[in-house]
């Protein structure tokens, strides 16, 4: 994993590389693999001076295969010593470890309080010293706001303090007030200690509840599972193999099998003496077989079990949408068995999935889904009894498509996207609607169609007027159909609302560049640097901009103005020298005001930058200092790697001060 940037937005390579590995380890997650590689927890043991740690994870009881990522400590019995709080990503998420390990050392316990005034009242950042008799070096903690990854420990400082030991006092270092000692503690005590009060308080003892290891029962590992999926979820529409669709007006259950799976054909032979009951129900039952065989084979397979029911073949696109869906469903990113089968309402909405084989009685009990509220779906798709303390998420088409874009079939996750918009039963805030629009609009838009995109974004818009996802592709929409005014109204109603936004004026810049409009990119450049004075390098570009423009007295007043804030960005103030130097305009060329410049940035590179030397040379030879300038830029020849871009201007240089001439840069007007 890469160090997080410390930006946010733009284009820089760092930022993708960063943005690229997480990408990679959200696939691997959701590949079923595991942060720790399904090690287990370890714990090494201080064996002293010139030893080295011992592994005592077994002995203590401590190596557990979890997935575990943080630990809290505490003296949860108050028994004197340490206890653990573990927490892992997975189940179980929580462990308590409770030390029974018996010892004859000493420990003391201290609670601080601030005065809630010069210190805060919960005293992180005191600092505690425990003086020992016969110890010229005291035990020391500091109260921490945090101690481990996720995880903060008892406030509570545990001070073991060996056998027979005899405390001579302890001093608080308060954080923003004076130091205060405490005398007459004896050890195995718990105090507590309060800013100002020179007196100490015993902790109230409490009566704890006696602690039961829970019974941990590990179903048996299986693959086969009945998904409840969250209310208002599409079912795609599912091309078959003979370029027909699956056609759905009744409550049906879509089935991928193969003849060459025993658990299909076990539960194919069931459904078989059972074909009464679904008809009774109204459920019809659609057969798709992933078989690379004709269908007539397929047929016959079911032909020869009595089966009543006939099966189409899934070509590889029908595979590939109900795999998408079957993986956004349970959020694991692995290949779908057979068989699966999908139970969809008579509307399209998903109310089940099937992996494995289902029973009847199961799937008929399943199509009350289509009628019975979110709170009973969610708590019937749960495997775990339990209280629920937040509501019902409704599902979103998003995730389906994503699959679907994840395996680069744009058009699949369109029209997909398309479909479910149409469903009454999606429901969703505004802010779902708008994110299920915006997806559809910026699909369409990479696939070079903005005409159709932008009806989409118009509406996602309207749900959400400030979204500055919805705007900038509104605005790039806009200027791929050539509607370039409109696009800049966008743009400027997105910079109002988020001035600070550096993508948003990147898009400006571009579409301005598009539409063949240097003053409009100039005017966002400029906009850009004003409404983030603490970001140089804007106004850097905008300095460029200017110079390119014709501007060079607005680009020497804005290369001043960048020094006057950031004085160490020398890349300013080399180019500063160079515009009063070398510039065509007379009226612009400062020569001393230059050379100063130049001197000053090579005193501070000491002569090793290649740029400030050049910079010192074109100084020299405006003022007709050409000797020295050719001195200079022989030194820089030296330096200079072949064929490059510098080696060339510095050639092109000395051309000019061998011949008594100054430098002028002529692409500046």
Known sequence: MSQSPTETQGDNLGLQSYRQGWKALNRLLHENKSFSGRETNNAFLNCGKNTPFADVSSTIGWDFAD???????????????LDIFVTNRTAPRVRLLKNNLKSESNFLSLHLTGSAKSTPRDAIGAR??????????????TIHAGQSFLAQSSRWLHFGLGKDAIIEKVVVHWPGSKSQTFTGIKTEQQLHLIQGVTTVTHRKTRRDSVLMPAPQPIPEKTSVARIIPPAGHTFPTIPTADGQFLSISETTLISLWSRACPHCQQELQTWATQAAKLKTSNVTLALLCADQEHHDQANAYLKSINSPFATRMAGPEAVELLDALHASIIDLWIPIPVPTSFLVSKEGQLLAIYRGPASIEQIINDTKFATTTS??????GSPFAGR?????????PQRTAQQLLQRAKPELAIDYLRSALTKPFLKGEKFTQSDNLLLLGQILGQQGRPTEAMPHLEAASKLLPKDIRVLRLLATANAETGNFSKSFTILNDAISYHPQNLDIYDDAIGIALKAKDPAQALYYRKKSADNNP???????????SQLERGQPVD???NCK????????????????????????KEKVRSPQESLALATRLCLISKNRNANHLLSLAYAQANLSKFEEATKNLKLLINVAPPDSKFRKEVEAALVKTKANQPIRNVIWR
């Open 375 to 380: 709170e009973k779906r969610r708590s019937a």
């Open 388 to 396: 629920w303390t937040s509501k019902p998420l409704p599902s979103t």
């Open 128 to 141: 505690v010293e425990v003086h020992l008799k016969g110890q010229l070096v005291p035990h020391l903690r």
């Open 561 to 584: 103005t960048i020094l006057g804030t950031s004085p160490k960005f020398l890349e300013a103030a080399n180019l500063l020298s160079r515009i009063l130097s070398t510039h065509p």
């Open 555 to 557: 680009a020497i007043a």
């Open 67 to 81: 997935d575990a990522r943080a630990i809290g400590l505490i003296d949860y019995d108050h028994d004197g010593d």
């Open 534 to 544: 603490g970001n140089p390098i804007l106004r850097y570009r905008l300095v460029l």
